[in-house]
């Protein structure tokens, strides 16, 4: 049973501490929140031993093999740093880090601690509905493009519209829609038909001057496929993916719970199946095979964060696009 500590109290945590304890590989022991009695009361509501206010403590005194990361996106790099430095593995919710900067210094101090893994928690790309998407483009003759939607309400913008402004949609935090709801569809785009040779993102911007809603294009070689994603509305339109006369109809690019082929004389066919009532059930059996086996599932890792690595390159690039920047951002440079 792997031993896992949590940074972050919120929804999120609850549903991968959920997720966890269904699959019956982890063990919640320790919590982290800069609230002690925030951090006791999770801890007693889940099971857990230990708790810990300062981040120093949390890592050198902590008896956790992983830790769950869930706090503002511009915390997530520093916090990473800190449990490879201290040999713990890394879940880090997405998205894993703010830009390349950032990422190539995780991977150096990885290179540097080689029993130590770091996975980012983009949970579709373990489901049965996105390889069986996945499968199916490799059967279809002719791909011509895609439109990939993710836009849900996010009970934050009441308070932006209020004039606040929450971590989520504030650039301090590296927040905004497409650092949000985009990596979504940002990793569906990079799996499921690799790097494009160039984009472009157009958004709307909130009062707080972060991305509220957005639609990016990328360009591949002979087709486009576009991105739209929000968080100050919410779309109900279906998301394909358009073969020469054939097309896979998804009823939502991210939670991927109907999926649907159309053959060439437009008879439809279900190629999903019902999804775990918690979408975060196969990753968290994915992360404990790899922790408890790497060397039997090393192709498996490599490939995740190779996935990992372009995708958040493409998020870079697609900010630097629309002059997007955060405080740790280098300005003007997309990623090669």
């Not at 950032?102 to 601690?113: I, R, V």
């Not at 790309?125 to 990939?148: W, Y």
């Not at 972060?210 to 994603?229: C, E, H, R, W």
């Not at 779309?235 to 060439?264: Q, R, W």
Request: glycine letters at 6%; aromatic letters at 12%; charged letters at 20%.
């Amino acid at each position: 049973m792997l031993k896992l500590g949590i940074i972050g109290t919120n929804w999120i945590t609850q549903q991968f501490i959920d997720a966890a304890n269904e699959s019956g590989e982890w063990q919640l022991t320790t919590v982290y929140s800069r609230r002690l009695d925030r951090a006791d009361e999770f801890a007693e509501h889940n099971g857990a031993t230990e708790t810990f206010d300062d981040l120093e403590q949390f890592f050198s005194q902590g008896s956790f093999d992983a830790v769950y990361i869930a706090s503002p996106n511009s915390l997530h790099f520093s916090q990473a740093k800190m449990a490879i430095e201290h040999g713990k593995h890394v879940i880090v919710e997405k998205p894993a880090v703010a830009n390349q900067a950032e990422f190539e210094q995780l991977d150096e101090l990885l290179a540097a601690h080689p029993a130590v893994l770091c996975f980012e928690a983009a949970r579709q790309v373990h489901e049965v509905n996105f390889k069986r998407i996945q499968a199916k483009l490799q059967q279809m003759d002719r791909i011509q493009g895609a439109t990939l939607t993710y836009m849900k309400y996010s009970s934050r913008y009441d308070a932006v519209l209020a004039g606040q402004e929450p971590n989520i949609f504030s650039l301090k935090f590296a927040g905004g829609a497409l650092q949000d709801l985009g990596v979504y569809v940002a990793y569906d785009a990079v799996a499921w038909f690799g790097m494009p040779d160039d984009v472009a993102y157009y958004p709307s911007l909130a009062p707080t001057k972060v991305d509220n809603k957005g639609i990016a294009i990328l360009q591949y070689p002979s087709f486009n496929v576009t991105l739209n994603m929000g968080k100050s509305s919410n779309s109900y339109l279906p998301s394909e993916i358009y073969g020469l006369k054939d097309t896979i109809v998804m009823d939502n690019a991210a939670e991927l719970a109907k999926v649907t082929y159309y053959d060439v004389d437009g008879h439809a066919q279900n190629i999903g199946v019902a999804p775990d009532k918690n979408p975060m059930l196969a990753e968290a059996r994915d992360f404990a095979a790899v922790i408890n086996d790497p060397a039997g599932h090393a192709a498996d890792y490599q490939a995740w964060r190779q996935l990992s690595r372009n995708v958040n390159k493409l998020l870079f690039n697609l900010r630097q696009s629309a002059h997007l920047y955060f405080s740790d951002d280098e300005r003007d440079t997309p990623a090669e």
